[in-house]
């Protein structure tokens, strides 16, 4: 089985919850941060993790024209940030300008194809997309990776096919974990870690079932110990 990393959701409000969060979690080197505590707390959040020896996946899904891209991808690899999410949307001169902008950095894009939140009929009623998602993301997926993208994050459902579309090289990571032991909360198609990590996956976003846990090192070891086996 492939050696799957872990990434723990900082999906709170506060710079004190985030940090609590990253020094209960020891175990694990990755931590994701995204808009909701990102906007609250700004790049101080970003810097405070990584002085813990941490590396940031900074999820702002990028999506605007290249020049601007380009320009929030240095400053995300200015911050230290190890990896940045952009959407796939902005098309292939969005992506090669972020890329160009992250090159010899340490900072890997990741492309997001299709968000799971949006269904066949609004694709194609309200973006006026004609595919289907499951024909969308790996035509997707393989546009992004061919412009300069490292990577992309799916649905765990996704990863057989994005893995396809991509090739072995490429970073596959995706949310919607849930292990056999917790709830699914709002999560609809899930997978356990020890399955996504053998469909293929590079890296698992998890938040709820760690943060929820009454131990979160513990949930962390058993995740880890999980994608291992
Ligand atoms: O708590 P949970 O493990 O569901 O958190 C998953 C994280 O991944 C959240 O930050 C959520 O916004 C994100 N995410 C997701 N499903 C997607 C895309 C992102 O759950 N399709």
Not at 93 to 114: D, P, Q, Y
């Amino acid at each position: 089985m492939p050696n799957t990393d872990l990434i723990v959701v900082l999906d709170v409000d506060t710079r004190a919850e985030a940090l609590d969060i990253v020094d209960r979690c020891g175990a694990c080197r990755w931590f994701k941060i995204g808009s909701q505590l990102y906007t609250r707390e700004g790049p101080d959040i970003v810097r405070e993790v990584i002085a813990r020896g941490k590396q940031v996946m900074l999820d702002l899904k990028f999506h605007d024209i290249p020049n601007t891209v380009a320009h929030a991808a240095a400053a995300g690899a200015a911050l230290g940030a190890g990896l940045m999410t952009l959407h796939a949307f902005g098309g292939r001169k969005m992506i090669a300008a972020a890329r160009g902008a992250v090159e010899g950095t340490g900072s890997r894009l990741l492309a997001v194809t299709v968000l799971t939140s949006l269904s066949d009929a609004m694709l194609r009623d309200e973006l006026g997309v004609p595919e289907t998602a499951a024909q969308t993301v790996p035509r997707l997926a393989k546009m992004a990776v061919e412009s300069g993208a490292h990577g992309i994050v799916c649905s765990p459902h996704e990863i057989a096919q994005v893995r396809a579309a991509v090739g072995p090289d490429a970073l596959v990571v995706t949310p919607g974990i849930r292990p056999a032991w917790a709830g699914a909360d709002d999560q609809q198609r899930i997978m356990t870690p020890g399955e996504a990590a053998a469909a293929g996956a590079s890296m698992i976003v998890v938040g709820r079932p760690i943060l929820k846990h009454p131990n979160p090192a513990e949930a962390v070891d058993l995740i880890l110990k999980e994608m291992q086996a």
